[in-house]
């Protein structure tokens, strides 16, 4: 937490899919953190500075005391556990590197393109396809 007690941020993840919640779950359990941790679907996505489109397409992150994301997908999992404990805010700080963010973004995408197949995941989770140029 800040030095005022409040939250570092939010971190905002698709609570209609279920491998996404169980992750959410882990996070609660093994994770301690000073996030608020919300689904998008029950977040104030104007307050937050985000959009319904944003919460479908990946995790969020917003620092805070600001509006809008500051990182989605590994950047938002790497802001999340930089407010953790040292082991935890460690791995955050290695997986915010640009070298390592630029190889986690290919594997973060497999995994949100194919959630509905892994895990805890349902039809639910599939991810709406992006539409592809002409």
Same mark, same amino acid.
């Given at each position: 937490?800040?030095?005022?007690?409040?939250?570092?941020?939010?971190?905002?993840?698709?609570?209609?899919?279920?491998?996404?919640?169980?992750?959410?779950?882990?996070?609660?359990?093994?994770?301690?953190?000073?996030?608020?941790?919300?689904?998008?679907?029950?977040?104030?996505?104007?307050?937050?500075?985000?959009?319904?489109?944003?919460?479908?397409?990946?995790?969020?992150?917003?620092?805070?005391?600001?509006?809008?994301?500051?990182?989605?997908?590994?950047?938002?999992?790497?802001?999340? @556990?930089?407010?953790?404990?040292?082991?935890?805010?460690?791995?955050?700080?290695?997986?915010? @590197?640009?070298?390592?963010?630029? @190889?986690?973004?290919?594997?973060?995408?497999?995994?949100?393109?194919?959630?509905?197949?892994?895990?805890?995941?349902?039809?639910?989770?599939?991810?709406?396809?992006?539409?592809?140029?002409?």
């Amino acid at each position: 937490m800040s030095g005022n007690g409040q939250p570092d941020g939010t971190f905002v993840y698709d609570g209609d899919c279920a491998f996404c919640t169980m992750c959410v779950r882990f996070i609660e359990r093994r994770v301690p953190n000073t996030a608020t941790i919300v689904p998008w679907q029950w977040a104030d996505l104007p307050a937050l500075g985000l959009t319904r489109e944003q919460g479908l397409t990946a995790v969020q992150w917003v620092p805070a005391g600001t509006a809008g994301s500051a990182g989605a997908g590994p950047t938002a999992i790497a802001a999340l @556990l930089r407010t953790s404990n040292p082991p935890w805010r460690a791995a955050g700080t290695v997986l915010g @590197l640009r070298p390592v963010t630029a @190889l986690a973004w290919p594997v973060y995408r497999w995994i949100a393109d194919n959630r509905h197949r892994l895990p805890g995941g349902t039809a639910a989770c599939a991810v709406p396809r992006q539409p592809t140029g002409t």
